[in-house]
């Protein structure tokens, strides 16, 4: 497909832009307070003025925002049509794409907003957990030639109706590292609320480390087994189309050495994942497990399989939809939450522990993968402390809940885009 693009050199409204685009994304945690939205503006005004390219800016909901209003879904039916949930829970993104675009052009930088349907992204499954099939760069290099900024919802894309569907929890990974391949981006920068990837989730394990680097397959590993990391189809799609991640903090400090390159060629890792937000379910044999986990992914849904003193489990997210009728033969372990370490030499192991126990039992395994001996071992975590929540994530759904007081009780987690930690849990 031809795409269309800038005849060369030129100046857009003021503002001298050329060659390929950067692709930056910044997660929810940047929108924790309407300043946020200044604070990226600005941020994205600096990287053009400094770099005079132009900008695919993908965001993520207010933090808070998609959890609410699937709160509030939940709150009004039991078991919502897949495009209904989408319609609802996309919104969040939408909102926080007119809200940054309202703020560049407020700070002098002129920004075109995007719909799902001027993405070029297709996707095809439930669609409120759908996958992405094809990415064009036609329809975000017509918006670039006419403006020198774009703003993009992250998670969002169509389906052959041309209805706006949800790619699911953690997907503006995918939709900035979709554009960056389309594009031809050699990298894509990914802003949130952590240092970097690191080796556990620091706001469970304050000794986690964040990594210099990591290569494609030891980030994937991490997701696969429910890591709240790059999501799993984007760190897919930036191996196929080379292009090279960056795991960046917001706001970006610049400091020397902060952040984490995902790439090729060496960067194992060894780390501990966390499953807070999932249920845990055993059957009578492992044959019934893996046609319950395939029907399961089936749906869209992340699964982790594993056994258990002699038991066949597998993890489902907590209440996600359509997911009882395919756990039919199984029993719920209630209370209890999946802690893997993922050792060094490509192995996984298990520990079935109470929720209230996860974060020691994950301090646990953190210490026995990663002793602290000095030499080489990756430089620490700044440690968090406290997930922000942004105060205008009601501006949807005027229900209030109450907000976890401590890093080990935080509650439910978001289940779209706007969560976007960089960090196992």
């Known amino acids: ?88 829970l996309t919104t969040g993104e939408t909102v926080s794409v007119a809200l940054l675009a309202a703020a560049l052009n407020a700070g002098g930088v002129p920004a075109q907003p995007l719909q799902a349907a001027g993405t070029g992204f297709v996707a095809e499954g439930p669609s409120d ?29 169509v389906d052959a109706a041309g209805r706006t569907v949800m790619l699911g929890r953690n ?56 890591a709240k990391v790059v999501h799993e189809s984007a760190v897919d799609w930036a191996e196929r189309g080379g292009v090279r991640l960056l795991c960046r903090p917001f706001p970006w400090s610049e400091s020397a050495g902060e952040g984490t390159e995902v790439g090729t060629g060496p960067g194992a890792a060894a780390a501990v994942v966390v499953l807070q937000n999932s249920d845990v379910w055993c059957f009578r044999s492992a044959h019934q497990r893996g046609a319950a986990a395939e029907q399961l992914r089936g749906e869209g849904l992340v ?36 802690v893997t370490a ?42 968090p402390v406290f997930k922000a929540r942004s105060a205008h994530s009601d501006v949807l759904v005027g229900i209030r809940r109450r907000e976890p007081q401590h890093p080990d009780a935080r509650g439910e987690q978001e289940t779209g885009a706007d969560g976007e930690n960089v960090c196992p849990q």
């Open 303 to 338: 699964v982790t399989e594993f056994d258990t003193a002699g038991t066949a489990c597998l993890t489902v997210p907590a209440g996600a939809r359509g997911s009882t009728d395919h756990l039919r033969s199984a029993h719920r372990m209630d209370g209890i939450c999946l």
């Open 342 to 383: 993922l050792g060094w030499d490509s192995g996984a192991e298990h520990s079935v522990v109470p929720r209230a126990e996860a974060a020691e039992e994950a301090r646990r395994c953190h210490a026995e993968l990663y002793p602290r001996t000095g030499g080489d071992a990756p430089r620490e975590a700044a440690t």
């Open 129 to 157: 957990r759908a996958y992405l099939v094809a990415a064009s760069a036609e329809p975000l290099t017509a918006a670039l030639a006419d403006c020198p900024v774009v703003v993009v919802p992250g998670g969002q894309a």
């Open 171 to 226: 997907s503006s990974d995918l939709s900035a590292v979709a554009a960056a391949a389309a594009l031809g981006a050699e990298t894509c920068e990914l802003f949130s609320d952590v240092p970097g990837v690191c080796t556990a989730d620091p706001y469970l394990v304050p000794a986690a480390r964040v990594l210099d680097r990591i290569d494609y397959e030891s980030l994937r590993r991490m997701s696969r087994y429910g």
């Open 1 to 88: 497909m031809e795409h269309r693009r800038s005849s060369g050199p030129g100046v857009r409204h003021g503002h001298p832009v050329d060659g390929p685009p950067i692709v930056l994304k910044f997660g929810g945690s940047a929108f924790s307070e309407l300043e946020g939205f200044h604070r990226v503006a600005q941020y994205a005004a600096r990287r053009l003025a400094e770099e005079r390219r132009p900008l695919v800016l993908v965001v993520s909901a207010m933090s808070g925002t998609t959890g609410r209003l699937q709160q509030t879904l939940d709150a009004l039916v039991d078991d919502p049509p897949a495009d209904t949930a989408a319609m609802l």
